[in-house]
Structures are given as structure tokens and as C-alpha cells.
């Protein structure tokens, strides 16, 4: 019933709703958080755990990844509810992480801020950040190599 309330509310608005985007699909949540049942908590996790990773800069939403939260029965323990949640807590900690990193590096800029929101400013970032890391481990622990 809740994902049916959900994807009629989305539909049925004044204006137009980007639910791609964290900005609107936050406004629209918090309009209907009362009538679903969801905390503040609840929409944020929500949407940052629904998060499209190769665009992270952007804050874009998976639309999958958001409605798999409506579209799951979380009434009892199934496997696929576990492996769902544990999917989640994975995400939500990968996310914070980078969004460490960015506010890292963006505090680090002097100029041309709006840098950050391009592909090539993020994939740089994140993909650099794992190549440090790695060389990091394996000059840590040579008998790995």
C-alpha cells in the first residue's frame, strides 16, 4: 500500500517533481513523510542510500534503488530483506566516505569551484583516491605483490 501511496503522490503534483535529483525528491518526501510514516531519519537514509555513485558530485538518485525501499516487504526477517539492509549499510558507509573525500578536496580549492560537479573532477577524485590507496597497502605489505 505504501509504495502504491508513493508513486500516486509523486505523480500527482502542482510542479513538476525530478525525483533524480536529492533537492526535490527531499522536498517531496517531507511533504508526504506524515501520511507514509517517515521520520526525517527515514527520508534521508532513504535517498543517500539511493545515491548514484558515478555521479555523486551531482547528487543524482538511482530511481531503482529509491523504490526498492517501497517495494519490500519489511514485516519479517527474509533473506532477501537482510540482504537487502546489509546491501544498504554497505552504501550508506561508501557514501559518507566519499562524501569525506569531496568535502576534502573541495575545501582544498581556490578557484574554479564548479569544477566539482564535473565527470572527469569526480572520477579523478574517486578512482585516484583508490589507486593511492591500493599502492599504499601493497608498499605497506610487499609479499603481496
Excluded at 573525500?101 to 569526480?122: C, F, P
Amino acid at each position: 500500500m505504501q509504495e502504491k501511496y508513493v508513486a500516486r503522490a509523486l505523480k500527482n503534483t502542482r510542479s513538476k517533481i525530478n525525483v533524480h535529483n536529492v533537492k526535490t525528491l527531499l522536498e517531496k518526501l517531507n511533504e508526504l513523510k506524515h501520511d507514509i510514516g517517515l521520520s526525517t531519519e527515514d527520508i534521508t537514509i532513504i535517498i543517500y542510500t539511493s545515491l548514484d555513485h558515478d555521479y555523486l558530485t551531482n547528487l543524482l538518485v538511482l530511481a531503482g534503488e529509491f523504490l526498492k525501499w517501497f517495494n519490500l516487504n519489511f514485516e519479517g526477517e527474509s533473506r532477501e530483506e537482510i540482504d537487502f539492509k546489509d546491501n544498504k549499510c554497505e552504501i550508506w558507509v561508501s557514501t559518507c566516505a566519499m562524501a569525506k573525500n569531496i568535502i576534502a578536496e573541495h575545501a582544498k580549492m581556490t578557484s574554479k569551484q564548479e569544477d566539482i560537479l564535473t565527470q572527469y573532477w569526480w572520477e579523478h577524485l574517486r578512482y585516484s583516491n583508490f589507486g593511492n590507496q591500493v599502492a599504499a597497502k601493497f608498499k605497506s605489505k610487499p609479499m603481496l605483490l
